[in-house]
């Protein structure tokens, strides 16, 4: 287990590491901030996607397809709610938000919503298209965190700015997931496909941008919900 193995075991109690080995780590790093113990931090964004799929096939076996719409776009709903709620309540230094569920999960709930739409299809578009998609994509992320202050774990977004700014990062994500949906696994420029995780979300895991590592294996060709 990677949270025994660390080189720094005592920076997390044994509370901190139940949480984590039963996928609420996210939880934990949202009360106590960052573990000073790596490779503790990265976790956090496994116990949010487990979260995800051990829900998701329940509501799909009980909901089915409505099931999962329905709770998919309460979800992104709730997402936003989080969103201004933060940015009513600033944090000084660490902000929790970064690694709340209910914030990530508009991430899974749109990628929910897409499959769900696309019904197993791939879009066809063509190169020029993917390039512009891609590059609008990178542009929503970028004005989100200059202009909007949506910056990890150190937001300094206003009530107004913060719905606009996750909004952008969503869009971003999706047209990103799209311009690389459909290519062949070799064809060059698929690299970016590492920006997505697996299943049917388009969930953006970020941790890259502060430890400066990529994780080249975590990508797959996403999973669509059937009635």
């Known amino acids: 287990m990677c949270t025994s193995r660390s080189k720094k075991p005592r920076s997390l109690p044994f509370t901190g590491r139940f949480t984590f080995t039963f996928f609420a780590g996210n939880w934990w790093i949202c009360l106590h901030g960052w573990v000073p113990a790596f490779p503790v931090n990265p976790l956090w964004s496994i116990s949010v996607k487990e979260q995800f799929y051990i829900a998701i096939p329940i509501i799909a076996l009980c909901g089915r397809r409505f099931g999962v719409k329905t709770v998919s776009l309460v979800l992104i709903a709730v997402s936003y709610v989080a969103v201004v709620f933060y940015a009513m309540h600033p944090a ?17 709930a749109a990628g929910t919503l897409l499959s769900l739409h696309l019904k197993g299809r791939v879009v066809q578009w063509n190169p020029f298209l993917r390039l512009v998609a891609a590059m609008v994509s990178v542009s929503c992320c970028l004005v989100a965190s200059i202009a909007f202050g949506v910056q990890v774990d150190t937001l300094h977004s206003t009530v107004v700015q913060a719905p606009i700014g996750w909004a952008l990062v969503l869009a971003g994500t999706l047209l990103l997931f799209l311009s690389v949906l459909g290519l062949p696994p070799k064809r060059p420029g698929t690299i970016l496909r590492i920006m997505f995780d697996r299943g049917v979300s388009c969930f953006i895991v970020d941790d890259a941008s502060r430890t400066g590592r990529l994780d080249w294996q975590s990508m797959t060709t996403p999973t669509v919900l059937s009635a």
């Open 92 to 108: 000084n230094g660490f902000s929790s938000q970064w690694t709340n569920s209910f914030v990530q999960f508009q991430f899974f």
